[in-house]
């Protein structure tokens, strides 16, 4: 068994020896926006992950680079943002676009850790399959997709999006459409009955056999929910008054905000009873709205599963925790479901970390923080060479801020989505969103802009660019001490 030494006392050497560094457990939640609880959220029932987040610091102003799974995750995984990788898309290929590259996994095993996945970390699916180079054991894989009741899935068929998700294609072998599966069922069952309460359990298990080696761990267990479709135990849906569940009033899309800027139907769309086309009605909104509250409060749960372990295996102390957002989430504001767009609710995101020694219990910062950043930040935190690639990094080191919250590093996030051959690229500061359309591959193009006042609440109502054009200007001065974009590989 490892002897191990406060966190504190490991941060103090230059160079730490193996007994003495810190072990790191990455949580990554689907999906998650900041309907939490300790985010102020008044409907969401989360009590586990109040409980995390008051061990550590909150970041309020934390944001994706990119709002949809895989390219978040790479996003995380190397340090680069999708315009500097040139990683946008669901199918992107990390080892043919860098086949050197070394991952935030990858960096600690070079410094003695051994390191392991579980569950939704790297997005497998979509012609994806994970990266088995990052991890120094098989990587423990589960489901995104999956269901228990039979009426879900048309009688026990292959649904869209459960080809989509295991590589197997919308299509069956005779090029037939699979069918839709259900956006949400509730039944009677125990949590392991899906893939988060299995990922929980071998999560646990891992970290019991990781308490017993020499050397430290570095953990990253990913998790489905509240991804659709929302399917969770029925326990988790009776938290919830259907009639006490926020419903959004702002359903339309930004006055004057470009086309290219709105999202309409898309992921939403692959499941039942969601018209295929045309607009969700406010009982089946409701309902969706219940699925993704009830989602949150099983994952929730299961979060709460291995940092009870954590505790119990007295790795406490010496465990540096992070939960992570991938991205966020639109429940129907401005007419968007899920996400794939650069407005708030899709990029803003949960960021919670937890450094025994270094961070004060029940801190939050408004430093504005993006997903590129937990890279250097962990690296600092477990006292390791910052990365440097070969991929580009991108993030900074937040370590300063972890020390003290009104420590600042930057002065705004940085993020983009494509869509259309266009390429948005977005910096979001204190009170503003700047948004500068291009065609793919001609980043001089005169831009198309949007820009956003966040005064007066987090949803969109007007696009007011050509309002304040010297606000325009003054941020577009910003975001040009960006580089230009990558070409998508």
């Known amino acids: 068994m490892r002897v191990l030494v406060p966190l504190i006392a490991a941060l103090s050497h230059v160079a730490v020896p193996a007994a003495e560094k810190p072990n790191v457990l990455l949580i990554l939640v689907d999906d998650l926006k900041p309907?939490?609880?300790?985010y102020g959220d008044p409907t969401a029932i989360t009590p586990s992950l109040d409980a995390l987040t008051a061990r550590g610091m909150r970041f309020d102003a934390a944001y994706c680079n990119q709002a949809v799974c895989a390219p978040s995750r790479f996003n995380l995984m190397l340090g680069s943002r999708s315009t500097?990788?040139?990683l946008y898309s669901l199918g992107s290929n990390l080892r043919k676009a860098y086949p050197e590259a070394v991952t935030l996994p990858q960096h600690f095993a070079h410094h003695g850790y051994h390191t392991e996945s579980l569950g939704k970390v790297f997005h497998i699916g979509h012609g994806n399959h994970g990266d088995p180079q990052s991890f120094s054991s098989p990587h423990f894989k589960d489901l995104v997709i999956e269901y228990q009741l039979p009426e879900s899935t048309g009688g026990g068929q292959l649904t869209r999006e459960e080809g989509y998700f295991t590589n197997q294609g919308q299509r069956d072998a005779d090029g037939k459409l699979r069918p839709r599966g259900a956006a949400f069922e509730a039944p009677d069952v125990g949590d392991e009955a899906y893939a988060d309460g299995r990922v929980a359990a071998e999560a646990i298990k891992r970290l019991r056999a990781a308490s017993e080696r020499d050397e430290p761990f570095f953990i990253a267990v990913g998790f489905a929910r509240p991804h659709l479709p929302f399917c969770v135990p029925k326990k988790y849906w009776d938290l919830y008054d259907p009639s006490r569940l926020p419903m959004v009033d702002t359903t339309t899309p930004p006055d004057g905000a470009p086309r290219c800027a709105i999202k309409v139907g898309g992921e939403i769309t692959a499941y039942e009873p969601v018209p295929p086309r045309g607009t969700i009605d406010a009982k089946l909104a409701r309902k969706l709205v219940h699925g993704y509250y009830a989602s949150t409060s099983y994952?929730?749960?299961?979060?709460?599963?291995?940092?009870?372990?954590?505790?119990e295996l007295g790795l406490a102390d010496d465990t540096l925790i992070v939960l992570w957002g991938d991205h966020g989430f639109h429940l129907g504001e401005l007419g968007i479901w899920?996400?794939?767009?650069?407005?708030?609710?899709?990029?803003?995101?949960?960021?919670?970390?937890?450094?025994?020694?270094?961070?004060?219990?029940?801190?939050?910062?408004?430093?504005?923080?993006?997903?590129?950043?937990?890279f250097p930040t962990l690296s600092a935190l477990a006292g390791l060479p910052a990365p440097t690639g070969p991929q580009p990094i991108d993030g900074t080191s937040l370590l300063g801020t972890l020390k003290d919250p009104q420590v600042r590093v930057d002065d705004h996030a940085y993020h983009c989505f494509p869509r259309g051959g266009k390429l948005g690229r977005a910096i979001r500061t204190e009170r503003y969103r700047l948004v500068a359309w291009t065609p793919l591959g001609q980043p001089?193009?005169?831009?198309?802009?949007?820009?956003?006042?966040y005064k007066q609440g987090p949803v969109e109502t007007k696009n007011i660019a050509s309002q304040y054009p010297e606000i325009v200007a003054s941020l577009r001065t910003i975001l040009d001490q960006h580089p230009a974009p990558a070409k998508g590989r």
């Open 299 to 311: 994952v929730d749960a299961q979060i709460g599963k291995v940092i009870t372990a954590v505790d």
């Open 35 to 38: 309907a939490i609880g300790a």
């Open 84 to 86: 500097s990788s040139g």
């Open 444 to 453: 001089n193009a005169a831009p198309v802009y949007e820009l956003y006042d």
């Open 338 to 374: 899920t996400k794939h767009v650069n407005f708030e609710m899709a990029t803003r995101i949960p960021l919670i970390v937890v450094a025994p020694g270094i961070t004060r219990p029940g801190s939050h910062t408004d430093q504005p923080a993006e997903t590129v950043d937990i």
